[in-house]
């Protein structure tokens, strides 16, 4: 199932600067769509969400872009903090369906 | 914050065994599911339950695996007669609404080893 894909496995960043994630996906019947951040021996902990009526969400230090036309989202995270380093996953779903997809996943590593 | 709470926080069992892995979802949300992780894959959506009937599940929800919430509080995933393959990281969550109007929220999952 490559619905959702996170093609960088691994992104190194300093402390300070912009971290940006990447995911795509195929299925255009998606609608809402996620940023999850996981520590090692814990759940998904939720970030941060957007709908597909909106391009752009913005919460704190995290900022979510949509672009449907690419079927492209993004999570940018200024200023980067060591605390961020974690494993990244988007998730999306579609209107009627329960399940979320996830891509891979992207290890974030903040650099002091 | 409230929180999803799952035990065992690890599973070890033999082959063929029954298991059963028990979540407790945050107190006000109505909406339940179990997801898994096998190593180095994708988290993976098995049986999303709400108003005591399972809404949705996925093609690896099979016969052998079953859902219940046999009080207000307990949500639980029965696995009949593990195999190897149902070895991962099984991850209980709770939504107040229904996905795509509001987020998931998950527990820190519970490890099954089938040996």
Redesign the interface.
Known sequence: ?QQVKQNSPSLSVQEGRISILNCDYTNSMF??F?W?KKYP??????LI?ISSIKDKNEDGRFTVFLNKSAKHLSLHIVPSQPGDSAVY?C?A?????????????TRLTINP | EPEVTQTPSHQVTQMGQEVILRCVPISNHLYFYWYRQILGQKVEFLVSFYNNEISEKSEIFDDQFSVERPDGSNFTLKIRSTKLEDSAMYFCASSEARTGDSPLHFGNGTRLTVT
């Open positions: 199932d609608d809402y996620l999850y021996a814990e759940g998904p902990t939720f969400s996953f998730a779903s579609r209107q009627g369906a329960q399940k979320l997809v996830f891509g891979q996943g």
